[in-house]
């Protein structure tokens, strides 16, 4: 079975940009989440989709947003980029909405890397 | 609202040796805790989760936890290390069922296993 899949491996953008990220979760699963990883931070979490609905949201500007659709692939979007989202953006995907499942296990893609200019 | 703290930047131990990666934590109510692995240039692997049951938790690779709940810690532990273990270790806590998969992670450990 094939891992999550994130899409494209590396980006580069100039401030002021917009950026699209992809994820293709493990076939079956139905959540998504995403998270971003920098030196600094450390690991956030962004939002989590199930079944087309965002479910939980991070402490993020509203120029991060994010979708879901009904093959459960999901998207990411960052406008107006700024510096400081120079990151690894990664996607995990789980067989059910986190909670609810005795089976608790996040499976993540190998990231995106962003490089805003 | 919930944290977590990896005392360690790094760990270093030599092969064969038990190693221990400290993880403490905070949280209201019962904690979901989880350890996460990554290696470089990937993302994180799952290890081992506490959810509720035994204090003591198997995982993956030979890896156990112990969770502490009077000392808030949940430990990773592994008998006998191998040069393979060298690694990127990150404890996470979710705060309750409500959150979802929105955990909070630690800062990192990461481990060195020299021959």
């Known amino acids: 079975k094939a891992g999550v899949t994130q899409t494209p491996r590396y980006l580069i953008k100039t401030r002021g940009q917009q950026v699209t990220l992809s994820c293709s979760p493990i076939?079956?699963?139905?959540?998504v989440s995403w998270y971003q990883q920098t030196p600094g931070q450390g690991l956030q979490f962004l939002f989590e989709y199930f079944s087309e609905t965002q479910r939980n949201k991070g402490n993020f500007p509203g120029r991060f947003s994010g979708r879901q659709f009904s093959n459960s692939r999901s998207e990411m979007n960052v406008s107006t980029l700024e510096l400081g989202d120079s990151a690894l953006y990664l996607c995990?995907?789980?067989?059910?909405?986190?909670?609810?499942?005795?089976?608790?296990?996040?499976?993540f893609g190998s990231g995106t890397q962003l490089s805003v200019l | 609202a919930q944290s977590v703290a990896q005392p360690e930047d790094q760990v270093n131990v030599a092969e064969g040796n038990p190693l221990t990666v400290k993880c403490t934590y905070s949280v209201s109510g019962n904690p979901y805790l989880f350890w996460y692995v990554q290696y470089p240039n990937r993302g994180l692997q799952f290890l081992l989760k506490y959810i509720t049951g035994d204090n003591l938790v198997k995982g993956s690779y030979g890896f156990e936890a112990e969770f502490n709940k009077s000392q808030t810690s949940f430990h990773l532990k592994k008998p006998s290390a191998l040069v393979s273990d060298s690694a990127l270790y990150f404890c996470?806590?979710?705060?309750?069922?409500?959150?979802?998969?929105?955990?909070?992670f630690g800062g990192g450990t990461r481990l060195m296993v020299k021959p």
């Open positions: 996470a806590v979710r705060a309750n069922n409500n959150a979802g998969n929105m955990l909070t």
């Open positions: 076939s079956g699963h139905r959540s």
């Open positions: 995990a995907s789980s067989l059910q909405q986190g909670g609810f499942s005795t089976n608790e296990k996040l499976f």
